[in-house]
């Protein structure tokens, strides 16, 4: 009956994570992180060898080494963490809710040091959204073709753990209704018209997020004629929030940044 | 072999393939087309006869009789081999594309005084996945459903070509996110057949705990979905918190929520402690009767059970000729589920009770997931108590040409993987989903009840999209 249901309910635990806990959190992610002390010639280009989504790479910059990985390709395979000696590890913090150039980190394996990237301004549509609705965001969930692991996270945040009406942020059910779209990729061919109508159809200023490795980069699929391609080949994208899938700590993460709420 | 089934192709034709479906003995579990080493193309027929897979390879030489008449279970196997391969199929009912999303797609039209057509999605009012539903209705009254789906359709079979055999675990693991795991084992178990490779005991006990952690997860949020779909929202958010609770586990003991990156060819990836199977079993543990205890009270709840009684109705004889697989078959009187039938890894070890009801209305999918889900926890406690000693993984051949396909009881039922080998590459992979099975009879339960119902009735079979469209 529905008060058995209800005083079960309230007899439950509180399992609400602080906001704290959750930000800049990437644990579970699986994805790596690289001690840039620790980083060698050989063990970069093993790590490089083992990648099986191509995130990470060894460019030559004036006739230095630079291992760069790209947090928007990663599936977090682990491949690497395996053949990394120490130096490459799990990350607790990923870059979320950033530029998709922020995504890309850069170290100089001779001299072990870690390259510094721009952070990226805040956009002009998160400016004036930010003025208009503070963080009060309404978002658009939309599905361009995944495979529905980033839905899996996504529909998470709602839970009593993660709690995204807290901030004032909620789900919709149409993109006439939404701030912020929330975009999975890839984008297939079969979806890229009805991913390009659902953005026309989101009243300006309006924020597009894209969520996942085939969102950010086509990822594992990328080469796939079947594929249009990343988000941003079909639509104009603020913020970038990698993983494969990301955790929920990381989509909350991504979805706060994008605002510079935090 | 640590899985159910190695048995080489029979070359046939399609008579032979009729003549087993006409005989009663045989279930139609995929077909499928190939260009062999040999240059030349088939048509693979996979069989299940009296609990043995057979595969019949029939060569394409102009049209193919088609199977559909005599096993409706073919239709959509067909359409996509037409789709793809251009093979023509001689007496198929419906050959319009079916992957393919050509502009002049024609829908069915029904006909008559004050039937109208509804149209649906693909981009849906919720965070799911995006497919079309047109609906031909007359007042509330659906009167028929065409589904059109392959929105997602990513060309996955054919990304496997040329991906090398450990990759390959990678790329299943997003067929369908959230069934993952399974898809992964089903793959690597394909690999080991075609190798003749064997899991470890603690390897194969470890892969089970991930497979039936799997099911629980989905049973518990479908049947949580499920309350929510018909306005109950506390039993909704309640076993979302249940959920969420195991993937929390599952990082703290696996260090990954959904199991990604665990299977592969030959084992497991990461083993378990002594301490953190101890903290998994109690995690199980708890929220298997937590689950239970909710589960019971939300469907005795008037407004809860008045809605899924007689809602929704899978006809067991309409399941059967669409060779429907998993909780929606079982919830219709079918007593199929590959881990009894085609045996693989821990599951060649133990006896697992299959569950089943007979009214296959949303109601007994509910019971169907909510009996599931204690057996599956009863399965992890017994696996993790009796977790064998050693090794969780063995080598596996990087440059061999093999051929093999493997089965398992995936969340949403039968899902199989059927792989060539050429020199340590994946050279064809074909995915027998249970989704891709399982849709064309979601228009079945629909017809006759109001619109309104259609979220309910189509979560009770809960398939995923991108797991069919691949």
């Known amino acids: 009956m529905i008060f058995d249901i209800v005083q079960r309910s309230l007899s439950s635990p509180r399992v609400l994570i602080p906001v704290e806990e959750l930000l800049a959190n990437s644990m579970g992610s699986r994805m790596p992180g690289v001690h840039a002390q620790a980083l060698t010639a050989t063990i970069a280009r093993r790590a490089a060898a083992s990648c099986s989504a191509s995130a990470l790479a060894i460019e030559d910059a004036d006739g230095r080494s630079i291992l760069s990985l790209d947090y928007g390709k990663c599936t977090g395979c682990g491949h690497c963490i395996e053949t990394g000696e120490g130096a490459i590890f799990h990350a607790e913090s990923i870059p979320c809710g950033v530029s998709r150039q922020a995504l890309v980190l850069r170290w100089d394996v001779e001299r072990g040091v870690e390259l510094q990237y721009d952070e990226s301004m805040l956009t002009a549509a998160a400016r004036e959204i930010r003025a208009i609705v503070g963080g009060a965001l309404n978002i658009r969930q939309v599905d361009g073709g995944s495979c529905n692991g980033c839905e899996a996270e996504i529909a998470a945040l ?32 079969n979806m890229a018209e009805a991913v390009k109508k659902t953005y026309e159809a989101t009243p300006s200023p309006k924020l597009v997020v894209t969520v996942g490795a085939c969102g950010c980069s086509g990822g594992i699929f990328a080469q796939s004629p079947e594929v249009a391609g990343s988000v941003d080949s079909i639509i104009p994208v603020d913020t970038y929030i990698p993983g494969c899938p990301p955790t929920p700590a990381m989509l909350l993460t991504g979805i706060l940044q994008t605002l510079r709420q935090r | 072999m640590t899985a159910n089934l190695i048995a080489r192709d029979a070359e046939g034709s399609v008579q032979a393939v009729l003549r087993l ?22 048509v693979r027929y996979l069989m299940d006869i009296k609990r043995e897979y057979r595969v019949i390879g029939v060569p394409i030489t102009g049209t193919l009789q088609s199977v559909t008449p005599a096993s409706p279970a073919a239709a ?49 009012a919720g965070i799911i996945e995006p497919g079309h539903f047109r609906f031909s209705i007359v007042g509330d009254t659906v ?14 079979e054919k990304l496997f070509e040329d991906t090398s055999v450990a990759n390959g675990a990678m790329l299943a693991e997003s067929v369908s996110g959230d069934n993952c795991f399974s898809h992964a084992v089903a793959y690597s178990q394909s690999v080991e057949n075609a190798f003749g490779i064997s899991v470890p005991p603690r390897g194969r006990a470890i892969r089970m705990i991930g497979l039936e952690l799997e099911r629980i997860l989905a049973h518990i949020a479908d049947v949580g979905a499920l309350c929510g779909d018909v306005g109950c929202v506390v039993p909704a958010a309640y076993t979302a918190r249940i959920k969420e609770s195991l993937l929390q586990a599952s990082t703290r003991c696996f260090g990954t929520r959904f199991w990604r990156g665990i299977a592969t060819p030959g084992g497991v ?9 101890r903290a998994f ?36 004889k309409i399941a059967r000729d669409l060779g429907v697989v998993g909780p929606a078959a079982r919830a219709s009187g079918i ?19 299959i569950p089943h009801f007979q009214p296959g209305d949303v109601l007994a999918r509910a019971h169907q997931r909510i009996e599931e889900t204690r057996v599956s926890a009863s399965l992890i406690h017994d696996a993790l108590h009796e977790l064998a000693a050693g090794i969780v993984r ?77």
């Open chain 1, 158 to 189: 709602t839970n009593p753990y993660y709690d995204l009406e807290r901030f004032g942020i909620h789900f919709v059910a149409s993109p006439k209704h939404a701030d912020m779209l929330l975009v999975t990729g890839p984008v297939t061919g």
């Open chain 2, 21 to 42: 479906l006409e005989s009663g003995n045989a279930r139609l579990v995929s077909i499928f087309a190939d260009v062999d080493e040999d240059g030349v193309k088939r």
């Open chain 2, 76 to 124: 959509w196997y067909e359409r996509e081999i037409h789709d793809r391969y251009g093979v023509e199929f001689d007496g198929h009912p419906d050959l319009r594309p079916l992957v393919t999303h050509p502009a002049d797609y024609r829908f069915l039209e029904v006909q008559g005084v004050g039937v109208c057509e509804l149209p649906v999605g693909p981009v849906h």
């Open chain 2, 143 to 156: 009167l028929h459903l065409e589904p059109r789906l392959f929105y997602t359709h990513k060309g996955t």
């Open chain 2, 269 to 277: 990836r990461r083993d378990l402690s002594a301490e953190n199977a």
């Open chain 2, 281 to 316: 079993g109690n995690a199980v543990a708890l929220a298997a009767a937590d689950f239970a205890d909710m589960a019971r009270i939300a469907l005795d709840t008037p407004s809860v059970h008045n809605r899924f009684e007689g809602t929704g109705v899978l006809d067991c």
């Open chain 2, 335 to 353: 007593r199929i589920d590959v881990r009894r039938d085609h045996p693989y890894g821990h599951y060649r070890k133990i006896a697992v009770e």
């Open chain 2, 394 to 470: 063995t080598p596996v051949p990087c440059d061999s040409s093999a051929e093999g396909f493997s089965a398992v009881e995936s969340p949403r039922g039968e899902l199989l993987y059927w792989i060539r080998i050429r020199d340590g590459k994946i050279a064809r992979c074909h995915i027998k989903s249970p989704s891709f099975q399982n849709w064309p009879s979601v228009p079945f339960a629909v017809h006759g009840n109001i619109t309104a119902d259609f979220p309910l009735i189509n979560k009770s079979f809960n398939l995923s999209y991108s797991g069919c469209d691949r």
